[in-house]
């Protein structure tokens, strides 16, 4: 099963699975959510544990019901300082009960170092979480940082997009915006 689930993701972290079908969505990604892969088939995700900032387990499972903005990162990750604030920006607009920006820190990243680098960015709104054996990561094909998935209400993954990217973008919003009209 592990070995079907990492071929699976890397075929999607590759852009080997066709763009959605909704030609709506498809053409709100401009600028950096050109990036953004939407697939042609909801893809389950696994209920793979990782840890709070107060080492309580949990899983995916808790944002069932919700669109989800998942981004994985990690706190020597250039790139994931970039684009933190943005994903900030999107929780305070969208934060409701039918979204939320869930970021989680995978590979060896000291709760210590995230508040620190959270901090030095402004950030305050975001979860602490971590993935600190890679194991969610892994199993869902993160393959480098930053990634950010979509998950659906159902809690399936619904587009990938590899690198960082203006979260806060009119595009992003807009995307955003669409998919919370659809639930």
Not at 57 to 78: D, H, I, M, P, Q
Not at 93 to 120: H, P, W, Y
Not at 139 to 151: D, N, Q, S
Not at 166 to 178: G, P, Q, R, T, V
Request: proline share 5%; net charge negative; hydrophobic share 45%.
């Amino acid at each position: 099963m592990y070995l079907k689930s990492l071929a699976l993701y890397t075929a999607l972290a590759f852009g080997a699975i066709a763009a959605h079908a909704d030609p709506a969505l498809e053409a709100l990604r401009e600028g950096d959510m050109k990036k953004l892969t939407f697939h042609s088939d909801p893809q389950v995700v696994p209920s793979t544990a990782f840890v709070d900032a107060s080492d309580a387990e949990l899983s995916l499972e808790a944002y069932r019901g919700k669109y989800v903005v998942l981004n994985f990162w990690a706190t020597w990750c250039a790139p994931c300082r970039h684009e933190m604030p943005m994903l900030s920006n999107l929780q305070t607009e969208f934060q409701s009960d039918t979204f939320e920006v869930v970021t989680i820190a995978t590979g060896r990243n000291s709760l210590t170092g995230m508040r620190k680098f959270f901090d030095e960015i402004s950030v305050d709104n975001l979860p602490l979480y971590r993935d600190p054996r890679q194991k969610l990561a892994r199993e869902m094909a993160v393959l480098g940082l930053p990634i950010t998935v979509i998950l659906d209400p159902e809690g399936r993954e619904i587009a990938r997009l590899i690198g960082d990217a203006e979260w806060d973008s009119d595009s992003a919003k807009a995307i955003i915006a669409a998919l919370l009209a659809q639930s």
